[in-house]
């Protein structure tokens, strides 16, 4: 019987640094093509980005004629603004009893989407005659500054005499609706620029809100109907503020 040769070690040792030479050269040639079909996957997200922007566009101005209607509609009917953020959870819980007051005098709000979606978009408020102030409209822009990043400006509000609720302290809790003295106004938002990128005030109106303010605006009446518990105020902390 014939005896096998043997392979010296140093042989051994060649054939096997080989076969890992060819191991790393195939990944290396994998990872390679991998890279290859990810630009082209990325390509196809990059046009894919750019048609939905084109489909959100088109139907954007598409809404713009029933949005009116809708407004118009809307001024039928008295305090449905104010109806409507009282009912959402999120924004109740930055109202107090001052800014309820005042936004009894809220009869329009409006979310304007720039043409490039993607770059911003402002919110506007208009009010009738009040004793708080005596703007018309407070409006308040969200877009994205010279260098990208996200930026916020707003209407400065002509407070009449006296009646600036953002400067107002909750002293003995007296007329306010809940217990934290520290509670900011509602009308402070118009001010805040701090970070524009988290504005999760704004993104609700814009995104919850205004897409369909009349399930808000009934909100009472069908928590009553099916015995709701507003369980959704489970997205606060217990500063009422978003979570």
Known sequence: ???APKVS???????????????DKEQQEAIEQIDEVQNEIDKLNENASEEILKVEQKYNTLRQPYFK????????????????????PQVSALLNEDDEEALQ?????????????KSGYRINFYFDKNPYFTNEMLTKEFHLNDTGDPSSQSTPIKW?????LTKKTNNGN????????????FFSWFGDHGDAGADELGEVIKDDIWPNPLQYYLASEIDEETGG????????DDEGNFG
Request: glycine share 6%; no cysteine; proline share 1%.
């Open 1 to 3: 019987m014939a005896t």
């Open 9 to 23: 070690k140093t042989d051994g040792k060649n054939n096997h640094d080989a076969a890992d030479e060819q191991a």
């Open 69 to 88: 209607k809708r407004s118009d509609l809307i001024a039928k009917i008295p305090n449905f603004w104010v109806t409507a953020f009282v009912n959402h």
């Open 105 to 117: 005098y809220l009869t329009k709000v409006e979310v304007q989407e720039f043409e490039d979606i």
């Open 160 to 164: 009449n005499e006296g009646k600036d």
């Open 174 to 185: 007296k007329g306010k609706k809940r217990s934290h003295e520290d509670q900011e106004s």
């Open 229 to 236: 518990d507003g369980g959704e105020d489970d997205d606060l």
